[in-house]
């Protein structure tokens, strides 16, 4: 009786998240730069200025600093904008109001407004973009209180979890990897939230828990595949939320496997993987571990322009399988 | 007063009177009167606290900058909204916030503005219009825009008054916020506070145009320059940019050149201007006895009205640092609380 569900591109769910929240609310208007006739750059607002108009889906100039300012502006005065960073590299241009505004106001003013925007960051390597438009600043924002930090790695996620971003009322920042736009999957129609907050066990396993996030779900769930066919049972969490941090699940997950993984674009040193690695040296699963921690991350470079160059610096499914392989093994 | 009665019964003089004694009855001026008082007593008693070590962190001191707040302030309503500055005592009692609950906020107790959280630093009075004074220079002006664009599309009918130091015109955020209030032409005035020096930089060696409000040209809007020091000259200027905003012709540019007595902060040693150059604007061009001077001239109040004033505000000081001072202080175990709106789990 099931008909095959219906299947939707990441990027076209998120289109159909904004237009969703467009019509069932009017104070939802989108903000950012060549987002109106042009589409966005990466045709992610698409034909949405047709539907709304150039009032809701509003072309800013280029000025990072400045718009997301009057987007927080709004957001504390009673409308619920949404504002695309056109690379999230482009952030650097605008954290002033990310972090010492739109993450602090509600603090600063002791519970008096909220900021209900939404700040969204097309990020990530693999488009030959080189350095400045390739970068994975999720665990710099994620450093900040009163910041949320989401990143989706699948297209029923991207609606859902920006719908929960949009009705949430403190900032969120969505980090969307751009190789993931073009990604199909599963997109149930209608309104749906997925909650921020909440990590998902992906897959089932006993022998290792994985701990991804965004692309890096798809490439260990890739791995695990793989190393199914070598006896090794892979456990794979999508975190789905940097801040707040799910720790539970993570926990969880370790007490049964007794070994972790984690594996993220972002740079290595001082990122996600270490707060993941972190949770489980500071809790009882720590008693449980068979085999020290494993982190996977970006490289300590700049991403590079060359395309042998730039899947090297960021975690590859080999690079997954083989840390597994030996973690499983007793060779680390 | 009956004198300013008589004045109104002449159109001829009426007309040669300064805008603010055309605009405004006798009750009305000698409120404003008041309410400069109150803003120089108030940040006095916040002075004088901090040294005697009840209230810590810093400060940041608007004396002689009162006919500024005052007179943009004038034709705002309730409704309307402002952003502000490290330096906005002045502003949010012009807006209409209580002494108390600000004495409170600098004390850090619970029945502050900001509960404490905030300080002389992020005063703001979100009910009475004033979205919050802010730490960064020029970090308020975007998010006035966005409160203007708010009221644009609400259809609200606000205003939006963003406040600003000569420091902020050198800021990115300047340019961009006034360039987008232009194209989108909104409902925002920007006000921008000169008072001759950003901390210890003169704006002479910090900004290549010799006005701030030269900038307006560049994002075609109105740039109109103002005595900060004499009250009606600035309250003119911002009943004419409020006409405009309201009308939806969009933003104005205004520079209200004024001086601020005290240093910049509570590090300052005031090494980068003359002490002459100080008292020649304390004693020559102070904006409440200018405003005084003026009102005596015509016939608003006489100097047993003004002790009158005086000895009421300097009540309600005492009164507000008393609040303050038996006024709780937030539970430790609060801490988080308004990080976010609903805690994570």
Known sequence: MDATPRELSYAQAIQEAMALAMEADERVFLMGEDIGVYGGAFQVTGDLVERFGADRVMDTPISELGGAGVAVGAAMTGMRPIFEFQFSDFATLAMEQIVNQAAKMRYMLGGEVSV??????????????????????????????????????????????????IEDPDPVMIFEHKLLYKMKGPVPEGHYTVPIGKAEVRREGRDVTVVATSIMVHKALDAAETLAGEGIDVEVIDLKTVRPLDRQT???????????????????????????????????????LDAPIVRLGGAETPIPYNPELEKAVVPQVPDIVAAIRDLVSGRR | MGAARKRTASGDALANLPFAFRQYDAATLRDVLRKMYLIRRFEEGAEDSYTRGLIHGTMHLSIGQEASAMGICMPLQPADQITSTHRGHGHCIAKGADVKRMFAEFFGKTTGYCKGRGGSMHIADVAGGNLGANGIVGGGIPIAVGAALSAKKMKTGKVVVSFFGDGANNEGAFHEALNMASVWKLPVIFVCENNGYGMSTSTERSTAVKNIADRAVAYSMPGVIVDGNNFSEVAEASHAAVERARAGEGPTLIESKTYRYRGHSKSDRNRYRTKEEIDDWMTNRDPILAFETELKEFGIIDDAGIEAIREDVKREIEEGIEFAKVSPSPDVRDVAQFVYTEEPA
């Open chain 1, 250 to 288: 993570i926990i969880e997950s370790v007490r049964k496997t007794s070994r972790l993984v984690s594996v993220h674009e972002s740079v290595k040193t001082l990122g996600i993987g270490a707060e993941i690695s972190a949770t489980i040296a500071e809790s009882d699963a720590f008693d449980y």
């Open chain 1, 116 to 165: 209900p925007v939404v700040m969204r960051f097309p990020a990530g390597s693999g488009t030959g973009a080189a350095a400045q438009h390739s970068q994975s600043l999720e665990a710099w924002l994620g450093h900040v209180p009163g910041l949320k930090v989401i990143q989706p790695a699948t297209p029923h996620d991207a609606k859902g979890m920006l719908l929960a971003a």
